[in-house]
Nanobody, 125 residues
Framework: QVQLVESGGGLVQAGDSLRLSCAASGRTFSGYVMGWFRQAPGKEREFVARMWWSSAITYVADSLKGRFTISRDNAKNTVYLQMNSLKPEDTAVYYC??????????????????WGRGTQVTVSS
């Protein structure tokens, strides 16, 4: 059974950095797409970043490029989201997700079959 467990969220000030972790277990993720999404109160779930586990090819949402980076540690079966220069508008619950290979448009939440419970990130001004 696939399990994704996020950690690393918290309350920070504008301009600070955070690194979120997503510990993945329950299967081999070779070939899978690992994604980060976020959801603020009253808003739809928003794509943040994704990477192909095997090739480590990454993609970050255009609006977040330059501040957010996605990476992974094979040995630890963990995916990371490094967030720098945080802004109050980055406040949201951040979710890790795993998507099967062979689909298209991994910016859409429906492409991901497994989700973590999320970790809260709050950025104060």
């Amino acid at each position: 059974q696939v399990q994704l467990v996020e950690s690393g969220g918290g309350l920070v000030q504008a301009g600070d950095s955070l690194r979120l972790s997503c510990a993945a277990s329950g299967r081999t993720f070779s070939g899978y797409v690992m994604g980060w999404f976020r959801q603020a109160p009253g808003k739809e779930r928003e794509f943040v970043a994704r990477m192909w586990w095997s090739s480590a090819i990454t993609y970050v949402a255009d609006s977040l490029k330059g501040r957010f980076t996605i990476s992974r540690d094979n040995a630890k079966n963990t995916v990371y989201l490094q967030m720098n220069s945080l802004k109050p508008e980055d406040t949201a619950v951040y979710y890790c997700a795993a998507g099967r290979p062979g689909l298209s448009d991994y910016s859409v939440p429906a492409r991901y079959g497994n989700w973590g419970r999320g970790t809260q990130v709050t950025v104060s001004s």
